[in-house]
C-alpha cells in the first residue's frame, strides 16, 4: 500500500515559522508532534483546514484548505492534545527543566534526555532530533509582545535554537533575584 494512503489519524498542530503563525490539521500516521515532524519524508508539511496570521499580530487572519509549510521555517510547533507513550516503546528518560530560546521566542520547559555516563553534559552533546520534543512549555516572546502561554507539548527546532540547562534567572547585579 502507498505510505500515503496509510493514515492513522488526524492530528492538529499549531506550527509558529519565522513569519506565521499556521494552525491546521495533518493527517498522519504519527501520534506525537515531534515523530511528525521528524519523520517526514519531505522538506514540507501539509496542513488543511489552515487559520493563518502574521506573527506579530499585525494584519487580518486568512484561511485556506490546505497549505504547504516549509520546515525549515519552523520555530516550534504546539500539540495541546495529551498523548500516551506507548508501553514498547517507553525508553528510561531522565527530566530537566530548561529555558528555550528560539527568536524571537522563549520557553521554559521539561526535556526528556537519554541518561549519559557523563551526566546533563552528555545528554545535551547525544540530542541530536531535528526537532527536539519539550513537556510542560511555557512560552513568550518579548520582542512580540506575546504574553505567556502553556502548552502540553511543543516540539522545537533544534536548528534554531539555543538550550540552556541547570539555568538560573539573574538581575542586573548578577545575582540571583530574590
Do not use: C
Amino acid at each position: 500500500m502507498f505510505p500515503a494512503f496509510d493514515v492513522v489519524g488526524v492530528m492538529e498542530v499549531a506550527l509558529y515559522t519565522d513569519a506565521l503563525v499556521i494552525r491546521g490539521t495533518v493527517r498522519t500516521r504519527q501520534r506525537r508532534v515531534s515523530d511528525l515532524l521528524n519523520t517526514a519524508d519531505t522538506p514540507f508539511l501539509l496542513l488543511e483546514d489552515v487559520t493563518a496570521e502574521e506573527l506579530d499580530g499585525s494584519g487580518r487572519p486568512m484561511t485556506a484548505t490546505y497549505a504547504q509549510v516549509n520546515l525549515d521555517s519552523v520555530l516550534f510547533a504546539v500539540a495541546n492534545v495529551p498523548v500516551e507513550a506507548s508501553p514498547d516503546l517507553r525508553a528510561r528518560k531522565s527530566r530537566e527543566v530548561a529555558y528555550i530560546a528560539t527568536p524571537p521566542f522563549r520557553m521554559v520547559g521539561t526535556l526528556h534526555l537519554t541518561p549519559s555516563e557523563h551526566g546533563l553534559r552528555g545528554a545535551l552533546q547525544e540530542l541530536d532530533a531535528r526537532f527536539v520534543p519539550v513537556t510542560e512549555v511555557t512560552y513568550w516572546s518579548d520582542h512580540l509582545g506575546l504574553q505567556p502561554r502553556e502548552a502540553l507539548m511543543v516540539a522545537v527546532n533544534h536548528r534554531r535554537t539555543q538550550i540552556l540547562a541547570h539555568h538560573q534567572v539573574v538581575d542586573e547585579t548578577g545575582s540571583e533575584p530574590a
